[in-house]
């Protein structure tokens, strides 16, 4: 049964610091891995979508890398700014027939201005 | 493009009374999703339609949950009758094709945020 876990489940940084999100899962047979941004009272936003024959991604300040052999994925932010401030969430799909995608739990960001 | 439309966005109900979500995907999506988000964590998916059909509802509580995609677009999500623990965001998403080894983004809606007291 495929997991996925975040760690953090918060963090807090100061503006203009790069960081780096964690995403574990304990099934490394993926073939992709994705990134959404989710706004208080609001639903998901597709952030980085990594298949699984890349190593990473890029889009603007975001950069999100997979290890499938270690079961890892990371999502680099760099110059952070006050709107980036979200729950970030990885997502893999389960490796039954039914295809399922598995949520964690995601990382609460906060910029501090 | 439009995206993913859902109503209503929030909505405050008492135990044992229904309730019904609304979803339109965005226009072509074959694949619909409801998903169940508690506060503080991942969502949750209920149930999963490709066109019309149900796909995958294993973790639907079908004694009081029930989801339809008529016509293979719109779809309604009901609950009857509520409990306590219905209580969260109940999320519609939708991708062009869902096929094993897809590597397609999901389009998440707003979502209705559900109290039930």
């Known amino acids: ?113 | 493009e439009a995206g993913v439309a859902q109503s209503p966005r929030y909505k405050i109900i008492e135990k044992r009374q229904s309730v019904a979500f609304w979803c339109n995907p965005i226009s072509g999506h074959a694949t619909l999703y409801w998903y169940q988000q508690i506060l503080g964590q991942g969502p949750k998916l209920l149930i999963q339609f490709q066109n019309n059909g149900v796909v995958d509802d294993s973790q639907l509580p079908k004694d009081r949950f029930s989801a339809e995609r008529l016509k293979g677009v719109d779809s309604t999500l009901k609950i009857q009758p509520a409990k306590l623990e219905d209580s969260a965001v109940y999320l519609c998403a939708s991708s062009p094709i869902r096929a094993p080894g897809a590597n397609e983004k999901l389009f998440f809606g707003s979502g209705t945020q559900l109290s039930v007291l």
């Open chain 1, 1 to 113: 049964k495929q997991e996925v876990t975040q760690i953090p489940a918060a963090l807090s940084v100061p503006e203009g610091e790069n960081l780096v999100l964690n995403c574990s899962f304990t099934d490394s047979a993926i073939y992709n891995l994705q990134w959404f941004r989710q706004d208080p009272g609001k639903g998901l936003t597709s952030l980085l979508l990594i298949q699984s024959s890349q190593r990473e991604q890029t889009s603007g300040r975001l950069n999100a890398s997979l290890d499938k052999s270690s079961g890892r994925s990371t999502l680099y932010i760099a110059a952070s700014q006050p709107g980036d401030s979200a729950t970030y969430l990885c997502a893999v799909p389960s490796l039954n027939r039914d295809d399922k995608i598995i949520f964690g739990k995601g990382t609460r960001l906060h910029i501090l201005p």
